[in-house]
């Protein structure tokens, strides 16, 4: 079946610095969203992306979806204590089919 | 309008037991969702429905699980039999679907944390 994997699974970094989280898929998708869930939270919604090498910036967040519509990646500039949290991709394999299959997740923790 | 709603938030129950959990999502919203997630994994689909009608079932969810949907509002998820390994957040998850959106985006509840003892 389709899985979608994450890496790093987990990252501490100091408040300033980058980081990075990149989503892998076995199959091709038709859309890939992200969102954020923190300690103790439930997933809340950040973006979706649909389109073939489509970038879509957030503030400080930049999202990325890959040119084969099988990977993306979710960029954060200077980060702050607020973005702690767990990171995840989700994707639908077909439009119209609407199983989003969520990923396994970037756990970001930032050090003040 | 409050988000979408789940109850209980916590449920401790022996094994063996039933337990039934209660999702009321956004009233606008055509399609709720069901997932589960253990900790430091991601959500896991369980099932969906559009309307009262469920369109997908997961093979996760065994013959002791069971969802409905009966009016097309609220749902309810129920576990019978409950084994330690059920111990879950249930997520609950509503989303506004047309004929011309191509994907929708979840909104989640802040769902029911079953123990199984």
């Known amino acids: 079946g389709q899985q979608v994997m994450q890496i790093p699974q987990y990252q501490h970094v100091q408040e300033g610095e980058d980081f990075t989280t990149y989503c892998n898929s076995s199959?091709?998708?038709?859309?890939i969203q992200w969102y954020k869930q923190r300690p103790g939270g439930h997933p809340v919604f950040l973006i979706q992306?649909?389109?073939?090498?489509e970038v879509k910036k957030q503030k400080r967040l930049t999202f990325q979806f890959g040119e084969a519509k099988k990977n993306s990646s979710l960029h954060i500039t200077a980060t702050q204590t607020t973005d702690v949290g767990t990171y995840f991709c989700a994707g639908n394999k077909n439009t119209g089919f609407q199983k989003l299959v969520f990923g396994t997740g970037t756990r970001l923790l930032v050090s003040p | 309008d409050t988000g979408v709603s789940q109850d209980p938030r916590h449920k401790i129950t022996k094994r063996g037991q039933n337990v039934t959990f209660r999702c009321d999502p956004i009233s606008e919203h055509n399609r709720l969702y069901w997932y589960r997630q253990t900790l430091g994994q991601g959500p896991e689909f369980l099932t969906y429905f559009q309307n009262e009608a469920q369109l997908e079932k997961s093979r996760l969810l065994s013959n002791r699980f069971s969802a409905e949907r009966p009016k097309g509002s609220f749902s309810t998820l129920e576990i019978q039999r409950t084994e330690q390994g059920d111990s879950a957040m249930y997520l609950c998850a509503s989303s506004l679907a047309t004929a011309y959106s191509g994907a929708n985006v979840l909104t989640f509840g802040a769902g029911s944390r079953l123990t199984v003892l």
């Open positions: 992306l649909v389109k073939s090498g």
């Open positions: 199959t091709t998708l038709s859309n």
